[in-house]
């Protein structure tokens, strides 16, 4: 039982433009939401969060929204870098529980 | 000021022997997990700890994985009599307040 999807594998995007990485959860007792950011051969990275009683969290050219009616979240990146090419992780959790995670999605980033 | 440190860093066993591998959380951090992931796979949730509160060990997958915290500070987790499909990246992460977790670079371990 899958409780935080990231449908998509990849997502190819130009330098520049904006980058949108999609995550659904269906646990309606996540109040905390969190992205990271994985490079080969290193751990994850923290990189925004957002708590459930909010709607969008900005952080330099991340931007993270929820749509808690939909269980949904998505991470903005704009403008996308080549530096942010890497597997990103949505992740979620309840009070004092553990984090869950999606199974990623690669982001590449074209010069 | 020091990250999440793992040790080893790579670690090559061979089947049937027991394994230990080592968290030491950035100091003062309450909450302590450990993930595993495996090749292509996403991170697979094995144990956390949260200040003296019993540990959840839902994620353990089978009796052989155990691990301790002692003195709410460092961890080992210990993979019994270990097979093949335990090869993966093991990755420790704590967190003051059980919400952001910071990780470790992980520890590679291949059972041949």
């Known amino acids: 039982d899958q409780q935080v999807k990231q449908n998509s594998p990849s997502l190819s995007v130009q330098e520049g433009r904006i980058s949108i990485l999609n995550c659904d959860y269906t646990?309606?007792?996540?109040?905390?939401f969190l992205w990271y950011k994985k490079y080969p051969a290193e751990g994850p990275t923290f990189l925004i969060s957002?708590?459930?009683?909010?709607d969008k969290n900005e952080d330099g050219r991340f931007t993270v929204f929820l749509n808690k009616s939909a269980k949904h979240l998505s991470l903005h990146i704009v403008p996308s870098q080549p530096g942010d090419s890497a597997v990103y992780f949505c992740?979620?959790?309840?009070?004092?529980?553990?984090?869950?995670f999606g199974k990623g999605i690669t982001l590449s980033v074209r010069p | 000021g020091a990250g999440v440190s793992q040790s080893p860093s790579n670690k090559v066993t061979e089947k049937g022997k027991d394994v230990e591998l080592r968290c030491d959380p950035i100091?003062?951090?309450?909450?302590l997990y450990w993930y595993r992931q495996s090749l292509g796979q996403g991170l697979e949730f094995l144990i956390y700890?949260?200040?003296?509160?019993?540990?959840?060990k839902s994620g353990l997958p089978s009796d052989r994985f155990s691990a301790e915290r002692t003195g709410g500070s460092v961890s080992t987790l210990t993979i019994q009599r270990t097979q093949q499909e335990d090869s993966a990246v093991y990755l420790c992460?704590?967190?003051?307040?059980?919400?952001?977790?910071?990780f470790g670079q992980g520890t590679r371990l291949t059972v041949v």
């Open positions: 992460a704590s967190s003051p307040t059980g919400r952001e977790a910071f």
């Open positions: 646990n309606s007792m996540f109040d905390y």
């Open positions: 957002i708590s459930s009683i909010k």
């Open positions: 992740a979620a959790s309840e009070a004092n529980s553990k984090l869950t």
């Open positions: 100091s003062g951090h309450t909450a």
């Open positions: 700890f949260q200040g003296n509160s019993a540990p959840d």
